[in-house]
């Protein structure tokens, strides 16, 4: 059994992988370089939200009134029209991989739309909802991305480690009704949860965004506090389309690929190991250069104290009885819990 689920976290790695190439690579650049929609009044790069933006209320609420106007015309609503969307006029679909059409056109919405304006690294599932209004374009309104933990919890314990998945990226265009996102954040969970072995589902706001996680208070996540995310993050003016990033950047094994094909060494097959790098395979002096490179990149960076970010979880099983188990396991692991949900924006 043992070997069996070995062999499945190792295929699973792989597929996480794959997604990551489909999601970065020619056809993410091809799509920023050429989607030709021109920045609406209002809008930030990215790596200057943190520093710039300083409304009340979060980004992507700021965001909904800057594309307001522009996401009527795309749906081809009126402002009365669009005041009379419920859920119901929408409609959810779990995204295949390979589905590279949709899968650019959800680049696009996450990059339009969410704070970071940028895919996760480790996305495994995707998931939208389109309007589906009679005589209407059915639009992409919706998104959610699925991803593996930078770093599993303990949340549930470490035989559950695995069980764990990371709400990632989520947007909802500008006209949709109040309660479209908590719909598509538990309708994802909920799939998730009938599809696959995945039982719990962390999630972060960034205070930086005047984030509180109001909508995982909707969901009903439990609160587990303000003391997560990494504590410096690092931008790098030679790519800027990366955004501000954390130490682990730079020791992502992507990184070293390129570090040595920079310094005209081949990085061979068994320096690889389970998508991390096999340190030990490597000789010493080339491991030594690889890790002078990275230690190099991160120092011409220029460098901010982050915001700890609050964090949620949410609890499934497939039936009552699995749910109010797994619950109960979660409340055991951490008697602290449930904590107060915040109410402060931008603390």
């Known amino acids: 059994m043992s070997k069996n689920n070995d062999l499945m976290k190792f295929m699973n790695g792989i ?60 749906a081809n609503l009126s402002h009365e029209e669009a005041q009379e969307l419920r859920t119901s006029d929408f409609e959810f679909a779990y995204v295949p991989k390979d589905d590279k059409q949709q899968c650019k056109e959800i680049i696009r919405f996450i990059e339009r739309h969410e704070w970071l304006g940028k895919m996760p690294t480790w996305l495994t599932h995707r998931f939208t909802w389109r309007l589906n209004v009679p005589d209407k374009p059915k639009i992409l309104c919706g998104v959610i991305i699925m991803a593996t933990p930078n770093a599993f919890s303990n949340l549930m314990g470490a035989d559950m480690r695995h069980k764990e998945k990371l709400i990632a990226r989520g947007a909802c265009i500008s006209f949709g009704p109040k309660n479209l996102g908590s719909h598509i954040i538990m309708d994802s969970v909920k799939w998730m949860v009938k599809n696959t072995e995945f039982r719990f589902f962390t999630a972060y706001s960034d205070p930086d965004a ?27 003016p030679a790519e800027p389309e990366k955004g501000w990033r954390g130490d682990k950047a730079f020791t992502e094994r992507s990184e070293y690929v390129r570090h040595a094909k920079d310094l005209g060494i081949k990085f061979l097959p068994e320096w690889r190991k389970k998508g991390k790098v096999k340190w030990s395979a490597i000789p010493d002096e080339i491991a030594s250069q690889l890790k002078r490179a990275a230690l190099d990149k991160k120092a011409s960076c220029n460098k901010r104290t ?40 931008g603390e």
């Open 210 to 236: 005047k984030e509180l996680g109001t909508i995982y208070q909707a969901c009903s996540f439990t609160y587990l506090g303000q003391a997560s995310g990494t504590k410096n993050q690092y931008f790098n």
């Open 15 to 74: 597929q996480e992988i794959a997604d990551s190439v489909v999601a970065h690579g020619d056809d993410a650049d091809e799509i920023r370089e050429h989607s030709g929609e021109t920045p609406l009044s209002g809008y930030i790069p990215p790596h200057e939200r943190f520093e710039k933006y300083d409304g009340d209320k979060c980004w992507q609420g700021h965001l909904r009134e800057v594309n307001y106007e522009h996401d009527l015309i795309a």
């Open 306 to 345: 982050a915001s700890p970010k609050h964090k949620y979880v949410c609890v499934m099983g497939r039936g009552k009885k699995e749910t109010r188990r797994l619950r109960k396991l979660l409340y055991s692991n951490n008697p602290k819990l449930p904590l107060e949900y915040p109410k402060n924006r």
